[in-house]
């Protein structure tokens, strides 16, 4: 059974983390069972039956890599997010499940402990967060993760905007613009907001989901294995036990020297020991190329910034979240190149206790809902049908005694991430296009209305494929790009060249995709709507439920 509290999720590349509002209003985060705030993202399948999740499986990764699961959010979403352990094939979202479990086990315990929950009951209710620049399809592999764990996902909401209510909604109408710099373990986002009071507006969002400290990580031990190649004439990187302990070490090593100038490096390889000492103005010379992508990547989203209105002189704040940008060099570079002093805002846990905020603010608003439908005996869907959902339902909450949270209902305007678009014939160049219709960063809800023709006489219907990208131009060449979904639609009778069908795409906040085609002689009609709420198939689900329920997960 559930219980009052909800909980927002961090489910991280490298670490996770949960966090509730406590009896006081406060986002708090609650403990694994080695008493810390934030578990690894890392997954050891000793056994069918038997799966450890967090440290000890972390350091399984020395022992028994082929055994163990790191870095699973990289794939998720993904057309190749599969992998195979002792014969059985694992989907991404099913691996990322399973640190849930673990994630909201541990956290269940803890609030026994505390005597917040009574036995019999559990966490129930979450929202879960995901990277900004996250497509349809990985976002919904994070609520399907959320789903198989047993989970009741009320919502997925974007990392940078989890960290940014965190550092600071209140209901005060004082207004800033924000820029949000998240170098987790293995994703970098960008996303520039302008906050007032308790409404969010994403202005724009970046980032590359195969860019983080891990990178790092891998450059350091590059430049180790070169050093011990020079010493020893071995390559350390022939030998797995030896690269994961070195994955380990300089982890370890790279976080001290956030806080310290130099460090001693010890490496026992197969050919000796090597022992050498590394300042950080060296690891920051080994490293620069990766802070000098994540300098692109954020003039990228500066450029795009601006033409909406907010050129770098109208940013108040560098937000600096997730644990690599705890590094002197990000600062440094933001600072050197930006003129603006960062922020860092609560790295690790901000994001969690953000979503905290977040779905407290949900659940209130849905019981607020709730309660108006049961007052004028509407069902809440003729209540959304009839538009009460304008400011006057958000107004009417405002005042009520219904949040838990000062009784503001928090407005977050989000952006699209990715753009749509659908293939598209040119006559002239006798070639296939993609026609780009919903664009990267447009607000939300976005919908757009193209014509298109029909290109051969006697045409019985087309077929609708659909394609996302992060392109900003209007039109691009298919080459090897797959689509992510496609819609046959057949006419009422045959069509000669040239009959005009018309298409509307249209993307709502929840990323539910809606497609609307009307070919205009007969006025045949296609209306599709895409949930990309499947990402697995039933049979799959059913077998990754079935294998969560058969095994023990700690």
Known sequence: MG????????????????????????????????????????????????????????????????????????????????????????????????????????????????????????????????????????????????????????????????????????????????????????????????????????????????????????????????????????????????????????????????????????????????????????????????????????????????KKGYSINKIDKILLVGGSSRMPQVSAMLQKEYNLTPVLADPDEAVAKGAAIFAINEKAFNDFVMNEANKTGKTVEQLKDENVFTGEMDRKFSVSEASSIGGIKMNITNVLSRTYGIEAYDVYNKKRYISNMLMINDELPAKVTEEYATIKNEQKGIVIKIYESRSTAERIDIEDKRPILQSEMHFIDKVPEGTIVEVTMSLDNSGILHLIAIEQLYMSKLDATFDLANSLGESEKLAAVQRMNEAKIE
């Open 3 to 306: 219980h009052k509290h909800v909980f927002g999720i961090d489910l991280g590349t490298t670490y996770s983390c949960i966090s509730y509002i406590d009896e006081y209003g406060k986002p708090v985060v609650l403990k694994n069972s080695d008493g810390e705030h934030t578990t690894p993202s890392v997954v050891y399948m000793e056994s069918k039956e038997n799966i450890i999740v967090g440290n000890e499986a972390k350091r399984s990764i020395e022992v028994e890599s082929e055994k163990t699961i790191q870095f699973i959010k990289r794939k998720m979403g993904k057309e190749k997010d599969t992998v195979e352990i002792g014969g059985t094939i694992y989907h991404a979202p099913e691996i990322s499940a399973m640190i849930l479990k673990k994630v909201v086990n541990d956290a269940n315990d803890d609030l026994k402990q505390q005597g917040i929950i009574k036995d019999g009951e559990e966490i129930k209710d979450v929202v879960i967060t995901c990277p900004a620049y996250f497509g349809l399809k990985e976002r919904d592999a994070t609520k399907t993760a959320g789903e198989l764990a047993g989970l009741n996902v009320l919502s997925i909401i974007n990392e940078p905007t989890a960290a940014a209510i965190s550092y600071g909604i209140s209901g005060s109408d004082k207004e800033e613009t924000v820029l949000v710099y998240d170098l987790g373990g293995g994703t970098f986002d960008i996303t520039i907001m302008n906050i007032k009071g308790a409404s969010v507006t994403v202005v724009c969002t970046g980032g590359d989901d195969q860019l983080g400290g891990k990178d790092w990580d891998e450059k350091f031990i590059e430049y180790i294995n070169g050093k011990y190649s020079e010493e020893f004439g071995e390559d350390l990187s022939e030998d797995p036990e030896m690269m994961a302990t070195l994955y380990l070490d300089a982890e370890v090593w790279k976080k001290s020297l956030t806080t310290r100038e130099k460090v001693n490096v010890t490496v026992n390889g197969p050919a000796g020991r090597m022992r050498m000492e590394v300042t950080r103005d060296e690891y920051e010379n080994i490293t620069r190329e990766l802070l000098i992508r994540t300098k692109n990547l954020l003039d990228d989203v500066l450029t795009v910034a601006e």
